[in-house]
């Protein structure tokens, strides 16, 4: 099985600050990850699939980069909003593996 | 609208069974691969399993192999998930999710499954 790893696993930031979240594989899955934002009593929802691309609908100050095993998510200007959890997964292979998540907190 | 909407969660006793369903509505059910996904209270994602169009391939999580059965009836628009064995790990908010061409864009709201005497 593919493990995910997160780091941080939480962080303190403010409203504008830059924000950089780092996903690890354990084997390479090319470009196969996705991430997710989780608020409290709802289900994630997608904001980048295949490590890059912006899902239609989600603010451009997300962004995401990387492939091979090292992918990183950023938001480029915190909103209010943003603050939640956030999930990388992979889907390069079965069992499609989430990261543990990080919490974005104030 | 693309819409999932899960049903079937309750609390149950160890070593019991459940049956969740998930509706689908808004788009052509058969065209895509379904999954199930996971997150115990205060806790993680977990894929759990998944079912092709036709039903013809399924791939499970290791944790729930032998125990869960996914299954579908695309004439009835709705995706299923059989537990039995139940045990206390297994209480979790059970997900459905559809598979898109670019991502897995649409979760139900999911249903709780509690497993306790």
């Known amino acids: 099985d593919i493990q995910m790893t997160q780091s941080p696993s939480s962080l303190s930031a403010s409203v504008g600050d830059r924000v950089t979240i780092t996903c690890r594989s354990s084997h390479t899955i090319i470009d196969y990850l996705d991430w997710y934002q989780q608020r409290p009593g709802k289900a994630p929802n997608l904001l980048i699939f295949t490590a890059s691309n912006l899902q239609s609908g989600v603010p451009s100050r997300f962004s995401g980069a990387g492939s091979g095993t090292d992918f990183t998510l950023t938001i480029s200007s915190l909103q209010p909003e943003d603050f939640a959890t956030y999930y990388c997964q992979q889907t390069y292979s079965v069992p499609f593996t989430f990261g543990p998540g990080t919490k974005v907190d104030i | 609208e693309v819409q999932l909407v899960e049903s079937g969660g309750g609390l149950v006793q160890p070593g019991g069974s459940l049956r969740l369903s998930c509706a689908a509505s808004?788009?052509?059910?058969?065209?895509?691969?379904m999954h199930w996904v996971r997150q115990p209270p205060g806790k993680g994602l977990m894929w759990v399993s998944r079912?092709?169009?036709?039903?013809?391939?399924?791939d499970y999580a290791d944790s729930v192999k032998g125990r869960f059965t996914i299954s579908r009836d695309n004439a009835k628009n709705t995706l299923y998930l059989q537990l039995n064995s139940l045990g206390a790990d297994d209480t979790a908010v059970y997900y459905c999710?559809?598979?898109?061409?670019?991502?897995?864009?649409?979760w139900g709201q999911g249903t709780l499954v509690t497993v306790s005497s």
């Open positions: 808004g788009f052509i059910f058969s065209n895509y691969w």
């Open positions: 999710v559809r598979q898109g061409s670019i991502g897995w864009s649409t």
């Open positions: 079912v092709n169009g036709d039903e013809s391939s399924t």
